[in-house]
């Protein structure tokens, strides 16, 4: 079935960066973008990014310029989100997402929790 | 920026009618998708390109949008539909934007 599976939970100091990686299968992984999306503790959902799988073509949230990598493997069909200076405000679940073909998110993995604390 | 506000929160009697708005600049005109997130799971597609539900997504939910406001619509509210909903626009300014969130509980 089509899914999509995420890395296991980070705990990471301030200053540090953290790597999660979103692996789909049971589609053809170049047919569809790829979104990361955050939601801090008890907050709303947050979007950060998005790839193309075919060309790798990236784009990010104003919020996140400078400090955000989002690349892929399509031999894995791997989709990899890199934070860099991280602080105890990007403490949150981290969400891969497809964008199907009606433009919707349809297809979430289960989200890896990221902690910063010292 | 482009943003996206929601009420914080929506109650409702089982078997009644919910009604959750989402107001944005211009946001009848845009392509509107809407999320339920449930405690503890990841948010769940319920409506993509303003009032079209995905395979698998009970038709007591449906979409509409006009002016400034996006609505999402449960008919005959279920004890299961207790959860959180997002909406979603894209917009020049703020690509994917999501809404601020509302919590409807099912009393």
């Known amino acids: 079935q089509v899914q999509l599976v995420q890395s296991g939970a980070e705990v990471q100091k301030p200053g540090a960066s953290v790597k999660v990686s979103c692996k789909a299968s049971g589609y053809t992984f170049t047919n569809y973008y790829i979104h990361w999306v955050r939601q801090a503790p008890g907050q709303g959902l947050q979007w950060m990014g998005i790839i193309n799988p075919r060309g790798g073509v990236t784009s990010y949230a104003q919020n996140f310029q400078g400090r955000l990598t989002v690349t892929r493997d399509t031999s894995t069909s791997t989709v990899y989100m890199e934070m860099s200076s991280l602080t105890s405000d990007d403490t949150a679940i981290y969400y891969c997402?497809?964008?199907?073909?009606?433009?919707?998110?349809?297809?979430w993995g289960p989200g890896t929790m990221v902690s910063v604390s010292s | 920026s482009y943003e996206l506000t929601q009420p914080p929160s929506v109650s409702v009697s089982p078997g009644q009618t919910a009604t959750i708005t989402c107001s944005g600049d211009?946001?009848?005109?845009?392509?509107t998708c809407w999320y339920q997130q449930k405690p503890g799971q990841s948010p769940v597609l319920v409506i993509y390109?303003?009032?079209k539900r995905p395979s698998g997504i009970p038709d007591r939910f449906s979409g509409s949008g006009s002016g400034n406001t996006a609505t999402l619509t449960i008919s005959g509210t279920q004890a299961m539909d207790e959860a959180d909903y997002y909406c979603q626009a894209w917009d020049s300014s703020t690509p994917y934007v999501f809404g601020t969130g509302t919590k409807v509980t099912v009393l």
């Open positions: 997402a497809r964008e199907g073909s009606n433009d919707g998110f349809d297809i």
């Open positions: 211009k946001m009848g005109e845009k392509d």
């Open positions: 390109q303003h009032n």
